[in-house]
């Protein structure tokens, strides 16, 4: 036993002189930290990330400062300049720089846009001269900016106005502005009086007409008796007449506020000699860009934001506001949004919930994955086959026979764009809602069964408020890709211009059937088609801020509904 125990000592000695302590605490504190080293092994992959978060972030600031930026200054009061250049003055505002070439000697030279406006004074809209000579340019404090309703704006001096009382000279910029203020509540007063009154009653009498040709289309076909025929379209002539005469009055009530209207006129005199006289109710605002203060120019620029925001376009859509746009565009997204919320939940909820997991089921999602990458003006050219001449013409057919030809629902409209746009988006919503759904812990419907409650209880009770979230999150992506597309309104029911909106005072009030104008197409039209790109590149970055702006409104929106039901469901499912 002794001397067992001393060669197992020995052994010990022996492997103890082999191995040095300070390797076998090394060994030790090796194994301890192996966890520490792995993570560590990934450290630089964490910075990677979120390096690549940082740039994305920041190409997004860079890219949402250029457009926002650019689109504020469009509206923001720029000075008016004189230059002198080969003894010919230049007198405008200076728009932005660009390269050219000069025409004499050939060499590259740096040019300044001059805007010059005047259109109908027989003056060319755009000046360019070398940028060094506008260092130096004259700002005259004499001179008027006046924004006009037509022709675009004027640069020049304020000569004269004509009243009933005498003409003036040299008129306060107050005083002008107070004149312009009357004049445009004349003209908004007859504007209210041809969409109200007059369209009301042109209405009604388009209404009548088209019922007495529906009497007689049945008086042809023998529906209709001829004494009863008869009697109907008399009665009908008979009410046709007193709104007629009605019509007639508002008409001359109307022509009195516009000869009122034409006896306050203003006198303009451009820099070349030209001189032209225009009703006030024509102008829009009238200042002396020079002698304006800070706080005047916001007031400007205030007032333009507002005009842009909530007045109908002129000129060509180069000018003024963009509210039909707007409108259309917000009513098309929630018409949208009516649409595919209930369809794409409905069958992520029978595909997930419902159906028995198979390869039909499986070759259905694999279609509505692949949907989702068909191209958009492919969805455009089956929605006005399918929706416009196909069920579009059905009901002109059942419902509205009496204006065919003219269709009703068999062209282009709101309803059609948005139930185009319906089906554009519906993979996104099915897809995210499958996710949200197969999300939800199977111990919850478990306990649910354990307690006594049916499959659709379970589904209705447990199941879909823990899916809301998710299903919030297919829809704010729905919406966001829905308001961008243009190539699908293309062809069912974007157009350049609409006077009436698809929501008015008239009965039956929402007209799904009209035409709509859509920012998307707006910012497409007056960057490709709009007769002049210097004009109209201002209006293309302010489209397209108040399209930013309006995406991440109802993005806010949704994210606000989001949170708010992940807040209300956020324990139901625990019982």
């Known amino acids: 036993m002794f001397l067992k125990r001393t060669r197992m000592h020995q052994s010990q000695t022996e492997d103890s002189d082999t191995v040095p302590p300070v390797l076998f605490k090394s060994a030790i504190r090796t194994k301890k930290s192996k966890n520490s080293f792995d993570a560590a092994e990934g450290i630089p992959w964490i910075w990677v990330c979120a390096g690549a978060l940082v740039t994305i972030l920041l190409m997004i600031c860079a890219l949402f400062g250029v457009i926002i930026s650019q689109g504020l200054v469009a509206l923001w009061p720029r000075d008016i300049i004189q230059v002198q250049t080969n003894d010919v003055s230049v007198l405008g505002l200076s728009m932005r720089q660009e390269d050219g070439t000069d025409t004499e000697s050939g060499e590259k030279v740096v040019r300044k846009v001059i805007y010059q406006a005047n259109r109908d004074f027989g003056v060319n809209e755009f000046a360019f001269v070398p940028a060094q000579i506008t260092e130096t340019a004259e700002k005259p ?193 929630i018409i949208m949004t009516v649409f595919v919320l209930p369809v794409g939940v409905i069958t992520a909820v029978y595909m997930r919930e419902i159906a028995k997991q198979g390869l039909l089921v499986s070759l259905v999602r694999i279609a509505v994955n692949n949907l989702a990458g068909v191209p958009s003006i492919v969805y455009g050219v089956f929605g006005v086959g399918f929706f416009c001449y196909t069920i579009g013409a059905s009901i002109d057919q059942l419902f509205f026979e009496e204006k065919l030809p003219n269709p009703t629902y068999g062209t282009g409209g709101i309803l059609w764009a948005s139930l185009t746009l319906a089906m554009l988006t519906v993979p996104v919503v099915i897809v995210s809602t499958e996710e949200a759904l197969s999300a939800v812990p199977r111990s919850l419907r478990e306990a649910s069964y354990g307690c006594g409650a049916t499959r659709m209880q379970t589904l209705w009770n447990i199941v879909l408020p823990k899916a809301l979230p998710g299903v919030m999150t297919g829809l704010i992506l729905a919406m966001a890709r829905a308001v961008g597309e243009v190539a699908p309104l293309l062809m069912t029911g974007v157009v350049k211009l609409a006077p009436a909106l698809p929501i008015d005072s008239q009965f039956p009030f929402i007209h799904l059937e009209r035409s709509f104008m859509h920012l998307g197409f707006h910012i497409y039209d007056l960057g490709f088609q709009s007769r002049s790109t210097e004009l109209s590149r201002p209006m293309v970055f302010a489209s397209t801020t108040l399209l930013v702006a309006v995406v991440l409104l109802l993005n806010f929106f949704a994210i606000k509904v989001r949170s708010q039901l992940r807040k209300r469901f956020e324990g139901r499912g625990a019982f």
């Open 141 to 333: 404090s004499h001179l008027w900016f006046v924004e006009r309703r037509e022709w675009g704006p004027f640069i020049g001096k304020v000569q004269k106005i004509s009243s009933s009382s005498g003409s003036l000279a040299d008129i306060p910029a107050e005083e002008l502005q107070q004149m312009i203020e009357r004049g445009y509540s004349r003209k908004k007063a007859i504007k209210a009086i041809e969409k109200n009154q007059m369209a009301e009653i042109n209405n009604k009498i388009e209404a009548l007409r088209l019922d007495a040709r529906g009497i007689e289309q049945k008086l042809e076909t023998g529906q209709l008796t001829e004494e009863s025929g008869s009697s109907q379209i008399d009665k009908i002539n008979e009410v046709i007449s007193e709104l007629t005469q009605s019509h007639e009055e508002i008409t001359a009530q109307v022509q009195i506020l516009q000869t009122a209207d034409e006896n306050i006129t203003v006198t303009l005199l451009a820099d070349n000699g030209q001189s032209k006289v225009i009703p006030a109710s024509q102008l829009l605002r009238a200042f002396k860009p020079n002698e304006l203060g800070i706080a005047e120019k916001i007031g400007v620029f205030i007032s333009r934001l507002w005009e842009f925001i909530s007045e109908e376009p002129r000129e060509a859509n180069t000018e003024g506001g963009v509210f039909p746009a707007l409108f259309g565009t917000v009513a098309m997204t």
